[in-house]
């Protein structure tokens, strides 16, 4: 009872937590990358920022799913914490750019957001010189997210998922928010025989940083789960598509106004995963395989 | 207490890794792709086969965001470009005036028509840098100067109307600067 009635003020600590993360991941990055990016034209700056949207759209499509096992009735809510990070490869850290026409050679390797030093070509012919962009300045192999997310249930075997954070416009950063909504289904409560519990799902979320850039996600999917005891194993396959949109007016006037869609570069991914779930409290971790690798790990409360 | 434990340690580990990732955009160099510095003279009747013009002050220091300290800048790219009518074949100097120093950026030589399609410096034989004029040009962009382009020459065929001859000039530059 005593764990009860403390549940809300953990789960509002946790919210702020993950709040402060948005803002550590996003906002303060945006700030000083918007006027970054708004020195350049779309075609510039598009390999820049697309590691970006690779591993923000795979962490997007991450650790909604960890259990299979859904009763056809029942009452079931859950609150999770989830923490997910994508790997940074080495071809995410630098891209090859356009020098200006007439250079020789053509094009030159350079930092992406995520690489160290901006590099430079030199042409052949005039020995003019050309920058890329700019230095990286997100120098970590594993680039993080966190959300928290509420599951509910269970009715003719359906959960919905929510995920749900919004932080204020504040000095120096625009207004956040990052909505997601899923629902998963049982497929075993239809084949009763099956050793395992088998689900399927389709999760949508999207997340807009100010008037600049903005992300969508979409995972389809199914997992299987079986719980040893204490213990669950779980695993699963999923098609998904992510995409970041960014808007802005370059400051040399002479350059249209940039609208660019990229797409995430994870459009399948397999999972498996290891939970703990005792009556009311569950942690759970897994690793996700595809062109981006992909771990996540969360704590539930509830059940 | 396990759980608020546990809970602390989520809190406290996720912003971490976050705030450990992103580097002090301070120590960033970002390259600033300036907007083409640019030179338009008309070549009249009046004038013959001689011409010249001088542009308005130029405030460079309007060409970049200035939260930005510039560390550099580089002359990545200059043009010529001739419209109108063919005025046979023609010579000319552009120059450039900073801190009331006149120095010649760049002379071009060749066929009118030639330019009709703009000649640029890294392709093209009929332009010549002077590299004394181009220090002259990046000092004036890291130092956030006013500058003025002077475009003067001859052709060959005085221009037969008023208005409808020209020669272009850009150019175009790129400043390194960080927060």
Sequence with gaps: METLRRAPRLFSLLAAGCAVLFMATTGYAQSDLQKTLQQFNSTQVTGYIQPLADLFGANM????????????????????????GSTVGDNQKNYTLNAPAGFNPAT????TMFGGKRDSV???KTNLKYFGIADGFVNTSIFPLG????????IYGTRAIIRLVATPSMKGFPSATLWGLGLQHSISQYIPAV???????????QFRFGDVVSFSGTSIGAEASKSLSVLRVYGGLAWEKSSMEVKYTPTNATASAVDITMNGANNFRATIGL??????????????????????AGIGFGG | MNRKFIALMIIAVLPLMAFDC???????????????ITATVPLNQSSGTTYGGVTPPIDLSTFFDQSYTLTGATLYDLTVQTKGEDLGTGSGTVTITANGTTTTLFTYNGAWTAFNTPQSLITSSLITRNPSGVNALINAVTGRQKVTLGVSGTITKAPSVNNTDFIAVSIYVQASGHK
Aim: hydrophobic share 50%; aromatic share 14%; proline share 5%.
């Design chain 1, 61 to 84: 499509n991450a650790g909604m799913f960890h259990d299979a096992e859904i009763p056809r009735t029942g009452f079931h809510l859950s609150f999770e914490i989830v923490g997910m």
């Design chain 1, 108 to 111: 030159f390797s350079t930092a």
């Design chain 1, 122 to 124: 030199v042409d052949t």
């Design chain 1, 147 to 154: 959300a928290p997310q509420l599951t509910i249930g269970d």
């Design chain 1, 195 to 205: 050793p395992v519990d088998i689900a399927a799902h389709v999760f949508y979320s």
């Design chain 1, 275 to 296: 939970g703990l779930h005792l009556l009311f409290f569950s942690i759970f971790a897994d690793a996700n395989f595809g062109s981006v690798t992909n771990f996540s």
């Design chain 2, 22 to 36: 992103i580097t002090d955009f301070s120590s960033v160099n970002v390259s600033l792709n300036l907007a083409p």
